[in-house]
C-alpha cells in the first residue's frame, strides 16, 4: 500500500540535500513533492529563512514556465511552479502534491494536504510551519521504502517526520 512520508525542514539547503541524495538514492523525482513559502524576490524581506525560493508564475497543471529561471531546492524537481494559496499566501509547490494544491480554494494547504492522505489536525500543523517559512518535503513510498525515506530525511535535519 503507498504511503506518504512527509517532514518538515527549517533550512532550504537541508531539504535540497535531503531531495538530492533521495534522488541518487535511486526515489522517482515524480513521487517527491515539496512546498515552501514563496520569497520575495527585491528586498525587503526580513524573513530569517529567506533562501531564495524565488520564481515568476506557472501553470502547475501543465508544468510550463512563464517566465524567469527555477532555483535553489524548486530547480530539483520537475514542474515546480509558484501558486497562490489562502491563508498562506505564495508558495512554491512541486511533485504530485503540487497536483492537489492547483484547484484548491476554501481549503488551503490543509485541504490540499487532505486531500493527499495527511490528516486535517496535522495538516494545519504543516500549514503553519510553511507559513512560518520553513520546507515541507513529502515522498510516496512503498511499505518496505518508509525506512530508508525516514532514515535520510532524519540524517539532513528533517523534523515533524510522519508516515501516513
Partial sequence: MAKAVIGVFQSEDRAKDAISELKKQGFDEREISLVAKEKESLGGDDDEHSGGLTMEQQNLSEGIMTGGALGGIAGLLAGAGALLIPGVGPIIAAGPLAAFLTGVVGGGLVGGLVDFGIPEERGRHYEER??????????????????????VLERYGGEDIEIH
Avoid at 510553511?130 to 525515506?149: C, M, P, R
Fill in 130 to 151: 510553511v507559513k512560518k517559512g520553513d520546507v515541507l518535503v513529502t515522498v510516496k513510498a512503498n511499505d518496505d521504502e518508509v525506512t530508508q525515506i525516514t532514515s
